[in-house]
């Protein structure tokens, strides 16, 4: 489990020594600019210094048919899994997303994919925070209860590219909330403006189980765009 700690878009503090991607400080991607040059780049070469994600806490519901909550869409899902609104087991605000299966004879497999699209600064570095609990564990089979997250671009010909590509695996029924705090492990490249953050689970078991989301944010962790920085 993680401890809470600021999420900081203008530095490296929430990264620890082993946490850090490896081009964090590498001269390529990364040069110290002085105040005055700073001044000369164009607005494009600055990375975002806010909130990317919308409705992370899950607060608002969506109109639109098949789809839960406002800003956020169902991707592969299968039966005897769904998703809802919940007010209980709330990380933060009223409301969280909150992931169920349902009763079956036998332990079947499940998948639910969650996730948004989002629009970002080619070349700027990106972290992910979200929360997430496992409230109650049905009768499961030999696979682990795991939650896949990931940050990837989509190219030109359709192909699917990670800078983020997390596995959280489940053993017991968590007591609280586990705040995570992941780093891309590469920044978005120069010829890419959209991302997509997924929050995939797969469950197998016989029915029961409650996995809850929220608290999520997408930050940027660079403030110069890697891009401006080539020659």
């Given amino acids: 489990m993680h401890n809470e700690s600021n999420f900081n878009p203008e530095g490296d503090s929430m990264l620890n020594p082993e946490s850090r991607p490896d081009n964090y400080n590498r001269d390529d991607n990364y040069v110290t600019y002085s105040k005055t040059i700073e001044k000369c780049l164009p607005p494009s070469c600055f990375c975002e210094r806010g909130e990317l994600i919308k409705n992370g806490g899950f ?5 639109v048919p098949g789809q839960v ?5 169902l991707g592969l899902s299968s039966e005897g899994i769904n998703m809802s609104s919940t007010t209980d087991n709330v990380y933060e605000g009223n409301s969280a997303a909150s992931i169920q299966t349902t009763v079956t004879p036998t332990a079947e497999s499940r998948r639910l994919q969650l996730r948004q699209n989002v ?6 570095l990106y972290g992910l925070k979200f929360a997430e ?3 109650a564990l049905g009768e499961t089979g030999t696979d682990l209860p795991t939650l896949i997250v990931r940050i990837f671009y989509v190219s030109q010909g359709f192909a699917e590219y990670n800078l983020l590509n997390k596995a959280i695996q489940k053993t017991k029924i968590d007591r609280k909330y586990n705040l ?3 780093a891309a492990r590469l920044p978005v490249p120069c010829n890419v403006s959209g991302i997509i953050v997924q929050f995939e689970f797969f469950i197998t078991d016989s029915g029961g189980t409650v996995w809850n989301l929220d608290g999520v944010s997408l930050r940027a962790l660079s403030k110069i765009s890697a891009c401006c920085c080539k020659e």
Avoid: A, K, Q
């Fill in 59 to 63: 607060e608002t519901l969506s109109v």
């Fill in 69 to 73: 909550f406002s800003d956020w869409s």
């Fill in 119 to 124: 629009i970002v600064t080619p070349g700027c």
């Fill in 133 to 135: 609990r496992l409230v």
């Fill in 180 to 182: 995570h705090h992941m």
